[in-house]
Each structure stands twice: as structure tokens, then as C-alpha cells.
């Protein structure tokens, strides 16, 4: 009686643990779309909880401080190479809060949101910086 009692609690704490497991890392996964999956996006159709990878277009960039950060900008894909951005699909990002230091036009960003209405709503915005690396010139080398 006392073992089946022992074995119960080790698989009552065993099954609450994988539960907590489950729900925890259900919480923290999101879809990644990019900007040309987003303007495809049936009309009237929402997406929460997405993470879009993309580029800062070079439209008009608005950062409004006053009554609140609000910062407003658009995205559109990463280009390959040789290919014209112009024909990308921009979409709409609203992005409450401090502007990332590096945040530019042709900057490529990470997005955590939802897109609702056409507009993707940010609540997380982070800017991939520029590679620096320059490999070292011969010249210097032979110094």
C-alpha cells in the first residue's frame, strides 16, 4: 500500500512536470514568416504571436516621442543578390518604444508581433548590426 502510494506521487510530479514543460515552451515559440508571406495573408485574417525577418525599406521612417515612442516604418524582404527591392511587398510596422540605436533604412530586422488589419503590430524590434570584418591586407601582414 505504502509503494502504490510512493509510485502515484512520482507520477503525479512527473506528469506536472511535463505539462509545465509543454506549456512553457508553447508559449515561447512563434511562427517566422517573411514580408511577402504576411501581404499574402487573407484579408481579415489575423496572425499572433509571429516573428517576421526582414529589411527596413527606404519609404518614410516616422518616430513620433511625444505623447509616447511610437515608431512607424515599413519592411519588405531580404534581397537576393541582383534583385530589385521595388518589387517587394512593403508592410506597415507600428513599433511602440525606444528606437533601436541601430535602426536604419536597409537595416535587416527581427520582429516579434501580431498582424492585424494589414499593419504588423511590434512588441519586439531588433536590429542585426553591420559586419565590421574586414580580413587583414597583406600589406600589414608582411610587416
Known amino acids: 500500500m505504502r509503494n502504490i502510494r510512493f509510485i502515484s506521487l512520482i507520477v503525479l510530479f512527473v506528469g506536472i512536470a511535463v505539462l509545465m514543460v509543454f506549456q512553457a515552451t508553447r508559449e515561447s515559440t512563434a511562427a517566422v514568416l517573411l514580408p511577402e508571406d504576411l501581404a499574402a495573408t487573407p484579408a481579415g485574417k489575423d496572425l499572433m504571436r509571429i516573428r517576421v525577418g526582414g529589411r527596413v525599406a527606404s519609404d518614410a521612417i516616422d518616430y ?17 543578390e541582383k534583385q530589385d527591392v521595388t518589387a517587394f511587398a512593403r508592410i506597415p510596422v507600428v513599433y511602440k518604444g525606444l528606437k533601436p540605436d541601430m535602426f536604419a533604412a536597409g537595416r535587416d530586422v527581427i520582429i516579434d508581433g501580431e498582424y492585424r488589419g494589414g499593419v504588423l503590430y511590434a512588441s519586439k524590434l531588433l536590429t ?16
Open 128 to 143: 542585426q548590426c553591420p559586419s565590421k570584418y574586414e580580413p587583414p591586407s597583406p600589406m600589414k601582414q608582411a610587416r
Open 64 to 80: 513620433q516621442m511625444d505623447p509616447e515612442f511610437v515608431l512607424r516604418f515599413k519592411v519588405h524582404n531580404l534581397p537576393k
